[in-house]
């Protein structure tokens, strides 16, 4: 792809503009006014479709489950909300700062394995958080080998650090959710941030001072943006935290759910962790400040990092290196060890012939569900650039509630909605056939849309946020129409983020477990529900090949992702 | 036209390609299967299925398909999806959810000479909506490096006793026999006791994650003592016949150990639903050795022997609380109030 593709379509000179627009321009205004009211129109239907199976849960806040909140408030309900917000400072925070890091690091230095480290720091982004955890309990948990030597050299009482505690879930989600931010930080650092820096640094900024006043600014919606993502992460978990024995909202809506079986209100629980999440996006939103930055020229060619030697070098590299290994190296080793002695072992790994199965179950959904999150993205960030109607613009904030759910609870909403859909299309006549409804792969998909749209969208608005307002308005005095802009200037120029978009919907995808659990039809296995299955039961080491597969084939689309932004970075 | 234009032409036609190989290779997992005879299983249990599922195809020429998951999200399913369900059998692993099946009216009663016979009443449904196919036997587990035979304790309550302060691990109050344990703790000896007790629990006690945890902190000293369910203990015994930890047949003396089970029932809309009972009756009796066997689980079928291993080293003459499965569903929800109320996290 050549650098010449890579520019937007120069402005026509003035003259043959006028020449050629003057005799269309009424035609033009009414196309305008059509695709003006159409493409806030789509941001709320997209809003509609997403927002169905949250407002099938939200139904019942009519009618309040009273009792249960009281009860809650008087006994768990305080600690929970403490310690989730806790975890989510904790992890925001710490995400940032390594991801961030990290990031700057990586693009503003060459040093020693530079390269390589830049897309291997990405890797842990193919770890599953529930996976990791496991790991760290077993390696270094009480009854894990570290702990196990440390009180044969010290003593039976000797004191080590409480792996399974608050502090212990804030470093695992850090190392596997870091990749968000690093990835969104890099991908401005590679567009407009790294060459207004350079520009910065050449007309006298210090380090400092172009750090705080003109890429930190640059940066900070993409930081911003990851730091959103990874909080919403979090936030929905519950098998991770529940490892580490910390007592979340989340962890309180289950037990409420599952052990009392009053559904309703388990939903008004995974309400209050929506309000929570709305929080996390104002938070966001606040960081990414009121200033929008535009860039006219098109799209940044980066940062031109300066070399480190000597020992600056090395350590660079050590810094890089003391992420990676206890993220992604160490605990990959360990669960191929656990995958070779099962697999010699006299059970072997169940199931292991179906590999095939899973794994091509596994790929259609995460490029299906990749495919359809970062088209509603574009269509939602764009709806959002050709109209300025505010009901529009809340609907595109609204669509990305799926996010701010489990997806157990966001699982349950949309077999509702499905249902509801279909006996409203049996009163028409056109029922859908069997269980289409639920236990199809249609419904998966919408699941999984509605549950990653919120990252697709995210990477997607950073990508078409930083093209200057001008060139979307010049493109448009031009006599292109939004799609047309949308496909020849939009796309193009964010297609870094584009791509990103579907990337980390497609990784995501392939870690997903609660959803596919719930929703998939018949037959349809894929490498979480293999390794779910292994696991559930307790059987934690047997599950070792099956979580291993998930970050291999994880590691395709990151490894991918990474080669695109080299070759960015190394682009004329 | 500019290049940019033409490029994302490309793109959005290899999506749109990629999309319907998507829904065209998903057709194809969903479709397949002729006229032969299948019964669809939702389940909450992994296990072993797949043998006894095999076997019982074998015998029978009934072809048996599952989709598992967790119990309550599965019952959510089959409620939801109504008519349509594509659930023939609905199994779990704990009788609550069996019991909160039963009640949303997922269940249609049987009526079956052989199950009446192969499963204790104690075990199934008073209105015969959905039977125990395997016995979980929740009890007593302790250090036999650091206890004497005379010094473990041998009731749920002597866990409470300030004397074991610091010394037990216990699973937490998210875990469904956790949660069964105390419902049969309220139904036996009513609230005020239970509560004293669960109170206990929560002062003395290392609260962990899961039962391997709890079994394997106890072989590493972390505490002396803990309460899990009996095929844990069994199965860390099959890899290593030395490992540190023994078990009691707890409150023998009194309302006997509590058991929880792992049944299933026949869905109210099953496609066929003699074919369903076919194969429930079958894990009852032929497949009870299989189904319950490769789990180190008991057999709920009093004609059927437990495994070799259970029976060497626990030993299967033990005397069973036999509070009804269904009581024990009705007061988990009071369990998990009661655990909340007390502390016990």
Known sequence: ?572 | MSFPYRRSAATAASAGLLLSLGLALAACGAGGGGSEQVVRVYTGRHYDLEEAFARFSDETGISVEFLNGSDSELRERIAAEGEDTQADVFMTVDAANLAEAADEGIFAPLDSQVLDEAVPASLRDPENRWFGLSIRARTIVYSTERLQQDEVPTHYADLADPAWQGRVCLRDSSNTYTQSLVASLVANRGEEEARRIVAGWADNAEILANDVLVLESIADGRCDVGITNHYYLARKLEEDPDFPVGLVWAEQDGDGTHVNISGAGVTTYADDPELAQRLIEWLATDGQATFAGGNHELPVNPGVAADDLVTERFGTDFVRDDLNAAEIGRRNADAVRLMDDVGYR
Request: charged share 10%; hydrophobic share 55%; net charge positive.
């Open chain 1, 1 to 572: 792809m050549s650098a010449t593709a890579d520019a937007p379509p120069r402005p026509a000179g003035p003259g043959a503009a006028a020449a050629d627009s003057a005799p269309r321009s009424v035609q033009l205004s009414a196309a305008d006014r059509v695709s003006a009211a159409a493409w806030p129109a789509v941001a709320v239907l997209a809003a509609a479709l997403v927002l169905a199976p949250v407002a099938f849960l939200a139904g019942g806040l009519l009618d309040p489950a009273v009792e249960v909140w009281q009860q809650q408030w008087r006994t768990r309900l305080p600690g929970e909300l403490l310690q989730t917000a806790g975890l989510l400072v904790g992890v925001g925070v710490g995400t940032v700062l390594l991801g961030g890091a990290l990031a700057w690091l990586v693009s503003a230095y060459r040093f020693p394995g530079s390269r390589i480290l830049a897309w291997a720091l990405v890797a842990p982004l193919a770890v599953p958080g529930y996976v990791l955890g496991f790991v760290v309990l077993s390696v270094a948990g009480y009854t894990g080998p570290i702990q196990g030597s440390w009180r044969a050299a010290f003593g039976q009482t000797a004191r080590f650090a409480d792996v399974e505690s608050l502090g212990g879930a804030i470093v695992v989600f850090t190392l596997v959710l870091y990749p968000y931010v690093y990835l969104l930080a890099r991908a401005a650092l590679a567009d407009q941030a790294g060459t207004a820096n350079d520009v910065a640094r050449s007309l006298g900024a210090g380090p400092v001072e172009a750090m705080r006043r003109v890429t930190g600014p640059l940066l900070r919606p993409a930081i911003a943006a990851g730091a959103g993502l990874v909080m919403m992460e979090t936030l929905t978990d519950y098998a991770t935290v529940q490892y580490f024995g910390v007592d979340t909202v989340s962890v309180g809506l289950f037990r409420i759910w599952r052990g009392t079986f009053d559904r309703d209100a388990a939903a008004e629980f995974a309400i209050l962790l929506l309000v929570v999440a709305l929080l996390v996006v104002a938070v966001e939103r606040a960081l990414r400040g009121r200033a929008r930055f535009g860039q006219a020229g098109g799209a940044g060619a980066g940062m031109t990092p300066r070399r480190l030697t000597g020992w600056r070098g090395a350590l660079a590299t050590v810094t890089c290196l003391a992420v990676l290994v206890p993220a992604f190296l160490a605990p990959v080793t360990q669960l191929g060890v656990w995958a070779v002695a099962e697999a010699a072992g006299p059970r072997g790994t169940p199931l292991v012939s179906r590999f095939g199965g899973y794994l091509a179950n596994s790929l259609v959904l995460a490029v299906t569900a990749a495919v359809a999150c970062v088209v509603v993205a574009v269509l939602l960030a764009n709806a959002q650039r050709f109209s300025s109607w505010r009901p529009g613009a809340l609907a595109v904030r609204a669509a990305t509630a799926g996010y701010g759910l489990p997806g157990p609870v966001l699982a349950i909403g949309v077999v509702l909605a499905l249902v509801a859909l279909d006996a409203a299309l049996g009163l028409l006549g056109w029922g859908l056939p069997g269980a289409v409804a639920t236990g199809s792969f249609v419904g998966l998909v919408y699941a999984y849309t509605i549950r990653f749209l919120a990252p697709a969208l995210g990477a997607v608005e950073a990508g078409i946020g930083q093209v200057p307002d001008e060139v979307t308005a010049s493109a448009r005095s031009l006599g292109r129409r939004p799609a047309g802009v949308l496909a020849a200037v939009h796309l193009p120029l964010a297609r870094t983020s584009v791509l990103t978009a579907a990337v980390i919907v497609g990784i995501d995808a392939i870690k997903e477990l609660p959803i596919v659990l719930l929703l998939r039809p018949f037959g349809f296995d894929t490498l979480s529900v293999w390794t779910y299955n292994l696991a559930s039961e307790s059987r934690f080491q047997q599950a070792a090949l099956p979580a291993l597969a998930i970050v291999a084939v994880a590691l395709v689309p990151v490894l991918a992702l990474a080669g695109y932004h080299r070759r960015l970075g190394s682009r004329p």
